[in-house]
């Protein structure tokens, strides 16, 4: 039962943080390119940005738990390493490093205007690939289960 529990943990978290990640590449991120001024962009960015994150972060918990569990339960299988460094990569991104890379995006030399149009495409190019690799490690997660 204790097995059952945490694979439903595991995939209703990971359904959650990657849809989200789905929908901020493919949904929000269009709509923060096609806002009329710089300011709106940055703050309809920080809006979804901060709500999202706080609901990312939990899921990532929640699928890194489950997952470790999964993995001690059942052992390591070719699949496993796959979704162990997205959820590593993940883990970085939402527990420090993306605090370092918006601080290094968002700030513009003294003097010069920040670009928010080349930010924001910067950003959405980084999810398009974060997104990706995403969906190798569901994947894998399938091939895992199936193996």
């Known amino acids: 039962m204790l097995y059952v529990t945490a ?23 269009p709509m923060i390119q096609r806002a009329g001024s710089s300011l709106d962009q940055v703050l ?11 609901i990312a972060k939990v899921m990532v918990i929640l699928a890194g738990l489950s997952g470790f569990y999964l993995l001690y339960e059942k052992g390591p299988s070719p699949g496993v390493w796959i ?5 590593t990569f993940y883990a970085s991104l939402l527990f420090g490093l993306e605090k370092l890379i918006f601080k290094k995006l968002f700030s513009a030399p003294s003097g010069e205007q920040l670009d928010t149009k080349k930010v924001f495409n910067m950003l959405q190019v980084f999810h398009w690939f974060v997104l990706t690799l995403s969906f190798l490690a569901i994947a894998a997660g399938i091939y895992t289960a199936h193996y």
Do not use: C
């Open 7 to 29: 694979l439903v943990i595991h995939v209703v978290s990971v359904l959650i943080w990657i849809g989200g990640v789905a929908f901020v590449t493919m949904i929000t991120f």
């Open 44 to 54: 309809m960015f920080q809006g979804v940005e901060h709500r999202f994150s706080k």
């Open 83 to 87: 979704m162990i460094f997205v959820w």
